[in-house]
């Protein structure tokens, strides 16, 4: 049994609800617009056409142009104004509008404007319904990783101290990529194969001794976990140390024709240095 820490595994999911909370709290604000404004139409039962429009053409915080007309209409030769409550970058256009209105109280009004934007709203509800859902599917996800983890403390072999490097992940906080560590690691077979970890939601990026821990089921490498610090509950073990080869990638390096007993020692000028290099003793 092992010491597997996966705060940072649930961090992750805790980032999710925070996506999914945002996208239910503009869902829920869209809805309200959208069916306050039905049921303000269905208290509408009369209707007359549009004398006249302003189309009330203003900026917004963003510095695009929008639309919010006000829209003038008679009612037994009382005129009126109805706003359309809404701002669009839809102009109303130059056409008379069809005005709605409370026979019993003329000024209490909603434009086939207003109404058309309302539906676009409801369109527009869609952004944060595929925010919730992609939010939902990266939680169920990230559950299925927490049980594959647990796994590990059955059929997981400990190696400790392996040398790392960090890549970017596929996913950014705040327009900053969250970083992964990244394992070359030789198994039973002799296959050597790259294992990434699970984006570093802590942001942590080192530990006091440099190296990495590693969990993995050989017998099936597709399951294994990376942390900084990983113990067996019982005390490690000498064999749990990683004593190989630093099998992490070295750019150029090619194979050469010459074995290693053949080869003649290279000697490497010292940088910076006007005095020439002595070179090593070597023994014959």
């Given at each position: 049994m092992y010491d597997i820490n996966i705060k940072n595994v649930k961090k992750g999911r805790a980032f999710n609800w925070i996506f999914i909370g945002f996208g239910l709290l503009f869902l829920v604000i869209m809805f309200i617009i959208f069916f306050g404004s039905i049921l303000n139409r269905n208290t509408l039962d009369s209707q007359t056409t549009s004398t006249g429009v302003n189309p009330n053409r203003h900026q917004d915080s963003d510095g695009d142009y929008v639309y919010s007309p006000i829209f003038t209409y008679e009612v037994d030769g009382q005129a009126?104004?109805?706003?359309?409550?809404?701002?669009?970058?839809?102009?109303?256009?130059?056409?008379?509008?069809?005005?709605?209105?409370?026979?019993?109280?003329?000024?209490?009004?909603?434009?086939?404007?207003?109404?058309?934007?309302?539906?676009?709203?409801?369109?527009?509800?869609?952004?944060?319904?595929?925010?919730?859902?992609?939010?939902?599917?990266?939680?169920?996800?990230?559950?299925?990783?927490?049980?594959?983890?647990?796994?590990?403390n059955q059929t997981g072999k400990l190696v400790k101290n392996l040398p790392f490097h960090l890549e970017e992940s596929n996913i950014s906080v705040n327009d900053r990529p969250l970083m992964k560590i990244v394992v070359n690691y030789r198994l039973p077979n002799g296959e050597t194969v790259t294992l990434s970890g699970d984006p570093r939601y802590d942001r942590k990026e080192s530990d006091e001794d440099g190296k990495v821990d590693l969990v993995i089921d050989e017998n099936n490498p597709k399951n294994y976990f990376l942390d900084f610090d990983i113990n067996r509950i019982s005390g490690n073990r000498s064999d749990d140390y990683y004593t190989g080869p630093d099998l992490e990638p070295t750019p150029n390096t090619e194979p050469s024709d010459e074995s290693e007993d053949d080869q003649a020692p290279t000697i490497e000028p010292t940088k910076n240095s006007s005095e020439p290099t002595i070179p090593p003793a070597i023994k014959i």
């Amino acid at each position: 049994m092992y010491d597997i820490n996966i705060k940072n595994v649930k961090k992750g999911r805790a980032f999710n609800w925070i996506f999914i909370g945002f996208g239910l709290l503009f869902l829920v604000i869209m809805f309200i617009i959208f069916f306050g404004s039905i049921l303000n139409r269905n208290t509408l039962d009369s209707q007359t056409t549009s004398t006249g429009v302003n189309p009330n053409r203003h900026q917004d915080s963003d510095g695009d142009y929008v639309y919010s007309p006000i829209f003038t209409y008679e009612v037994d030769g009382q005129a009126y104004t109805c706003t359309s409550g809404v701002s669009s970058s839809i102009g109303p256009g130059e056409d008379p509008h069809v005005i709605y209105y409370d026979s019993k109280n003329p000024s209490n009004c909603m434009s086939d404007y207003a109404e058309k934007i309302d539906w676009l709203i409801l369109l527009f509800a869609l952004i944060p319904t595929v925010f919730i859902v992609i939010g939902a599917c990266m939680n169920h996800s990230i559950s299925k990783r927490i049980k594959q983890i647990e796994a590990l403390n059955q059929t997981g072999k400990l190696v400790k101290n392996l040398p790392f490097h960090l890549e970017e992940s596929n996913i950014s906080v705040n327009d900053r990529p969250l970083m992964k560590i990244v394992v070359n690691y030789r198994l039973p077979n002799g296959e050597t194969v790259t294992l990434s970890g699970d984006p570093r939601y802590d942001r942590k990026e080192s530990d006091e001794d440099g190296k990495v821990d590693l969990v993995i089921d050989e017998n099936n490498p597709k399951n294994y976990f990376l942390d900084f610090d990983i113990n067996r509950i019982s005390g490690n073990r000498s064999d749990d140390y990683y004593t190989g080869p630093d099998l992490e990638p070295t750019p150029n390096t090619e194979p050469s024709d010459e074995s290693e007993d053949d080869q003649a020692p290279t000697i490497e000028p010292t940088k910076n240095s006007s005095e020439p290099t002595i070179p090593p003793a070597i023994k014959i």
